[in-house]
């Protein structure tokens, strides 16, 4: 079943949103010390990409995401890609951080298999590592200051929120453009002390790839159903060795 390229980057962003750090209220303790783990709840939102073509053609992407946290400092984040009517049904990923156990899982809607990989614990360092020195980009070096703008406080879903816009431009030439590029990311955050880093809205405006909206529709506060951290019946395990730490010929 051939997935389209539009799909995998919309699935791979939902997917980052879990591995994000996060900081919050409620606390892990584990046998090496204490981890700062989010307030338990649950959201979901639902995801908008608009990308107008050349020719004026509009081309609409939608999918779904929910983020399930709970007390232990689990996070689940199930993504939903929406297909056009007619065509296939709709494409779902599946990510799952279990820090306590060391543990992050996949899985997609096609096939009955979940994929278990290691996670190192963020509070043992590798003895050694690689340090390599970062690729710079031409485009890096060109692109102007980010300008940051406040915008204040709204309510989202009854939810009080914060919210900034950043504006960055890529001169002309930076990216073989004939014009300058300006790209607007806004983003609104509860203001709640507990739910800091929650993100309500988020809308990016991109003229290389359109305008993307994700938003807070559902949310829940307390623990999930302990059943969204768990595989199906059913499913085969797969499990994975954790990467190799390489250490440099120096050390």
Known sequence: MRITTRVLTLIATAASAVCAAQISSTTVATNRGTRQTETPHTAEYTITQVQTLANGVTVTQESTEKIAVDAQGRHMNLSTVMRPAGQQSPFTFVHIIDPPNHT????????????????????????????????????????????????????????????????????????????????????????????????????????????????????????????????????????????????????
């Open 104 to 251: 992050s899982t996949s899985r997609t809607s096609q096939g009955q298999r979940v994929t278990v990989r290691s996670i190192p614990d963020p509070v043992q360092k590798p003895a050694c590592a690689t340090h390599a020195i970062p690729e710079t980009r031409h485009s890096d070096i060109s692109r102007e200051k980010p300008v940051i703008e406040e915008l204040g406080t709204t309510t989202i879903q009854g939810m009080e929120a914060k919210g900034t816009r950043i504006t960055t431009t890529i001169p002309a030439g930076a990216e073989g453009n004939d014009a300058p590029l300006v790209i607007t990311n806004e983003i609104w955050r509860a203001a709640a002390s507990n739910f800091r880093d929650l993100t309500l809205r988020e809308v990016t405006d991109d003229p290389r790839s359109g305008k993307r909206t994700r938003e807070l529709k559902n949310f829940a506060q307390g623990d999930p159903d302990p059943s969204l951290f768990e595989p199906p019946q059913g499913y085969e395990i797969v499990k994975e060795d954790p990467p190799q730490v390489v250490c440099s010929s120096g050390q």
